[in-house]
């Protein structure tokens, strides 16, 4: 019930290219859906979130698309880039003050 | 802004002694901070959540007497790993948060290495 699932584990794209990350959750009364990127070494950075009265929202490079019937909600990069190699995790909250449920995380390489 | 910072980044120690691990929130009041832990190519996983002026609820399996966690002020929250074995080594990043929001927003991590 509380569980995110993450896929791919692992995605690997051209630079120019969009790869997807795909989430799902179980638990209907999550109700904040973030986006982190991280890098080795390094903490989460707060990518972009999305609540579930908008089905879309795009910041910069990056769109997350929700779909509240299926349960789902899914990460976008546009053009991406080298730069843009690093793990992305998923998470889900059902309150403001409670702890994010993470998913498994996603491994994108963009080669050059 | 919306930045919290860790000290120290990374840490050797002993087996048997303690580690003290600050977390600080700079540009922010957090009422909520949150201690993780992360296995290499794992996702994070929860310690324990704590409350400005409360006492820390701690997950499932997590020794609140090997982990100890203060959160005496609106900025700053401390996680005291006693009595330190090797297998205790790990990355450990706390998060902070205002309430009435949902941002939560990561320290850098601490290297813990248990030797």
Same mark, same amino acid.
């Given at each position: 019930?509380?569980?995110? $699932? #993450?896929? *791919?584990?692992?995605?690997?794209? #051209?630079? !120019?290219?969009?790869?997807?990350?795909?989430?799902?959750?179980?638990?209907?009364?999550?109700?904040?859906?973030?986006?982190?990127?991280?890098?080795?070494?390094?903490?989460?950075?707060?990518?972009?979130?999305?609540? *579930?009265?908008?089905?879309?929202?795009?910041?910069?490079?990056?769109?997350?698309?929700?779909?509240?019937? @299926?349960?789902?909600?899914?990460?976008?990069?546009?053009?991406?880039?080298?730069?843009?190699?690093?793990?992305?995790?998923?998470?889900?909250?059902?309150?403001?003050?409670?702890?994010?449920?993470? !998913?498994?995380?996603?491994?994108?390489?963009?080669?050059? | 802004?919306?930045?919290?910072?860790?000290?120290?980044?990374?840490?050797?120690?002993?087996?048997?002694?303690?580690? $003290?691990?600050?977390?600080?929130?700079?540009?922010?009041?957090?009422?909520?901070?949150?201690?993780?832990?992360?296995? *290499?190519?794992?996702?994070?996983?929860?310690? @324990?959540?704590?409350?400005?002026?409360?006492? @820390?609820?701690?997950?499932?399996?997590?020794?609140?007497?090997?982990?100890?966690?203060?959160?005496?002020?609106?900025?700053?929250?401390?996680?005291?790993?006693?009595?330190?074995?090797?297998?205790?080594?790990?990355?450990?990043?706390?998060?902070?948060?205002?309430?009435?929001?949902?941002?939560?927003?990561?320290?850098?991590?601490?290297?813990?290495?248990?030797?």
């Amino acid at each position: 019930q509380q569980q995110v $699932k #993450q896929s *791919p584990q692992s995605l690997i794209v #051209q630079k !120019g290219g969009i790869p997807i990350i795909n989430c799902a959750y179980e638990n209907t009364a999550f109700d904040y859906f973030p986006w982190y990127q991280q890098f080795p070494g390094k903490g989460p950075a707060l990518l972009i979130a999305i609540r *579930p009265d908008v089905s879309e929202k795009k910041e910069g490079r990056f769109t997350i698309s929700f779909n509240k019937s @299926a349960k789902q909600f899914s990460l976008h990069i546009m053009d991406s880039q080298p730069g843009d190699s690093a793990t992305y995790f998923c998470a889900a909250s059902n309150q403001a003050g409670t702890a994010l449920i993470f !998913g498994k995380g996603t491994t994108l390489s963009v080669s050059s | 802004g919306a930045v919290v910072s860790q000290h120290p980044s990374w840490v050797i120690c002993k087996s048997g002694t303690s580690v $003290k691990i600050e977390c600080r929130s700079l540009d922010f009041q957090a009422t909520t901070m949150f201690w993780y832990r992360q296995f *290499p190519k794992q996702s994070l996983m929860l310690m @324990a959540t704590s409350n400005e002026g409360s006492k @820390a609820t701690y997950e499932q399996g997590v020794e609140k007497d090997k982990f100890l966690i203060n959160h005496a002020s609106l900025t700053l929250s401390t996680l005291t790993v006693t009595s330190a074995h090797p297998e205790d080594s790990s990355f450990y990043i706390c998060s902070a948060k205002n309430r009435g929001l949902y941002e939560q927003y990561f320290g850098p991590g601490t290297r813990l290495t248990v030797t």
